[in-house]
């Protein structure tokens, strides 16, 4: 009795692993279009924010326990949001547009759900102009946003690091000079 009660609930491991499977691909496909979306100016939602920069609590199962070290399979990705954040021509000075956009940042990072975490302020740039320039004018950018976000709205100057990333990771390869492809990610540095 006991051996069929095995082989019915290894048959039902078995049935039920490629659902976990794709339902997982799905959820992973998704998680990726939302690293690809921007939020545009004026677009700025305080819940949306802190969604989408709280880290998720893993998955629980029952009797049966995943390591994802064992697996091979990649870590879970840090939160993320892309925002079209923008300055004055070729320099590092928010617009006044922006700075609105980065209130409402502000009040995210703030939240009792945020306050506990470090964030990397990335600057991107789009590729035209020198590597060189185009790196420095995205550091710039970055710790414009970041001294707003630290002298305007309060926010502890330790929970946050600038990082330039000049023109290394476009949005939209197809079009260099495309809005997404100049934007600051915020991105959450715990684990």
């Known amino acids: 009795m006991m051996k ?17 499977s794709q339902d997982n691909a799905v959820n992973q496909e998704n998680a990726a ?4 979306a921007v939020i545009r100016q004026g677009q700025e939602d305080m ?6 920069l709280t880290p998720k609590a893993p998955m629980r199962t029952r009797s049966i326990k995943v ?3 064992e697996t091979g399979l990649p870590a879970a990705a840090q939160p993320k949001v892309s925002l ?6 070729n320099s590092a000075t928010l617009t006044a547009r922006s700075r609105q956009s980065l209130d409402v940042v502000g009040q995210a ?8 975490f ?3 302020i990335e600057g991107h740039a789009d590729p035209r102009g020198s590597s060189t320039a185009n790196l420095k004018l995205s550091q710039l950018r970055a710790e414009s946003v970041r001294a707003y976000l630290v002298d ?5 100057a330790t929970r946050l690091d600038a990082v330039g990333k000049g023109d290394r990771e476009p949005m939209n390869k197809a079009s260099i000079d495309a809005p997404e492809n100049r934007r600051v990610t915020i991105v959450n540095l715990s684990r």
Do not use: H, W, Y
């Open 4 to 20: 069929i009660r095995l082989l019915l609930a290894a048959c039902a491991l078995g049935a039920a692993l490629p659902a976990f």
């Open 33 to 36: 279009s939302q690293d690809n």
């Open 47 to 52: 819940g949306t924010l802190v969604d989408a």
């Open 67 to 69: 390591l994802r070290d």
């Open 84 to 89: 079209l954040i923008t300055f004055e021509t």
């Open 109 to 116: 990072l703030a939240s009792g759900k945020l306050a506990p």
């Open 118 to 120: 470090r964030f990397a």
């Open 152 to 156: 305007t709205m309060r926010i502890d």
